[in-house]
């Protein structure tokens, strides 16, 4: 799971510059994702942005873009929250991501 589960077992995905890239590698692949997925991502995100040190990761800001440029039509009604996790980061890859949600039309 990559964000805490409601389930007994309490599995938890910690997002660190290793495990975005494996997150990454997935969202790649364009793997058919529900929205709740992308929504439970998105969360996810929004939080790490919030509480890790991942402001300034090129790969979180590669993840990013990824997530935007491959699930555009999902990502769209989550744009003001990427947009604040966007403007908080400090990378250019980040910077590359918010022109992509630029892009997206409303």
């Known amino acids: 799971s990559i964000h805490n589960s409601d389930?007994?077992?309490?599995q938890v995905c910690i997002w660190t510059d290793l495990t975005i890239g494996v997150i990454q590698t997935i969202l790649m692949m364009k793997p058919r994702l529900e929205d709740d997925t992308i929504c439970c991502m998105i969360e996810k995100i929004e939080t790490c942005s919030e509480f890790h040190d991942l402001k300034k990761s090129l790969k979180f800001g590669n993840l990013l873009n990824c997530l935007i440029t491959k699930f555009a039509p999902q990502v769209k009604s989550h744009k003001n929250i990427l947009q604040k996790v966007l403007l908080?980061?400090?990378s250019f890859t980040a910077k590359s991501a918010l022109k992509s949600l630029q892009?997206?039309?409303?």
């Open 88 to 90: 908080n980061c400090s």
């Open 7 to 10: 389930n007994n077992d309490n």
């Open 103 to 106: 892009k997206i039309q409303n």
